[in-house]
C-alpha cells in the first residue's frame, strides 16, 4: 500500500526566506550603475565550513558566450539568475550568485568588450555596435545594442546579513535543487561541496 505524499516530503525546505522573479535592471545598468555605487558580484560564494567556492571554475566556451548575447538579441528567454543578496555591516551589498555564474560573467563581458559576436559573418565588439537615439523611437525598435543594454534582469533571490549568515549546507542544498533536478551538470562537482 502506497503511503499519503504531502509536498513537504518532496521540497526541500529551505531556513530562509526566497523572493521570486525580482526585477534588478537592466543589463547595462549592471555595468554602469551597481558597479559605480559600490553593489558587487561574487561569483565563486565561498563556503567556509567546506574550505571551498560553491561554483565551479569558468567553463564556458567562446561559442557558448556567443550563443547567450545571440539568444539576448534575438528575444530568447534566459532562466533566471539565483543569487544571496548579502548586506554587511558597513551596509555594503554583495550580490552572491547562486546560479548563473557562467550567463551573468559572459553579459557583463561583453558589454566589456572582453569577446565578439559574429553579426551576418562579421565579428563585433559591443562597443563596435551601433549607438541609438533614445528620442528615436524608430531607431531603438531596431537596434541591437539597444536589445542588449536594455536586457531585463530577473534575479530569484534572499537576503543574508552579517549577523544572520546562511548555512553553507542551505547554499549547497538550494545550488544542488537548482542545478541537478531535471539539468545534468558535473555530479563530481556536487560530490565535492558535499565532501
Known sequence: ???TLKLSDIRKQ?????????????????????YKHGYKLDFDVYLPSKGKNLQ???CWTLEQKRELILSIIKGIDIQYFT?????????????????GKQ????????????FTI?????EYLYSELPDYN?????DIRNN????????????????????????????????????FAGTPQDIEHLNNLKS
Do not use: C
Open 1 to 3: 500500500m502506497k503511503t
Open 14 to 34: 529551505f531556513h530562509f526566506n526566497l523572493q521570486k522573479n525580482m526585477y534588478n535592471g537592466h543589463l547595462m545598468d549592471w555595468k554602469e550603475y551597481r
Open 56 to 58: 565551479r571554475p569558468y
Open 83 to 99: 543569487i544571496i543578496i548579502h548586506e554587511a555591516e558597513d551596509k555594503t551589498k554583495t550580490y552572491k550568485v547562486i546560479d
Open 103 to 114: 550567463r551573468l560573467s559572459t553579459m557583463i563581458d561583453f558589454l566589456n568588450d572582453k
Open 118 to 122: 559574429i553579426l551576418n559573418e562579421d
Open 134 to 138: 533614445l528620442n528615436n523611437l524608430d
Open 144 to 179: 541591437i545594442k539597444y536589445e542588449i543594454d536594455h536586457f531585463n534582469i530577473h534575479f530569484n533571490q534572499t537576503y543574508e546579513y552579517y549577523d544572520d549568515m546562511i548555512s553553507d549546507d542551505d547554499k549547497i542544498a538550494w545550488f544542488e535543487q537548482i542545478n
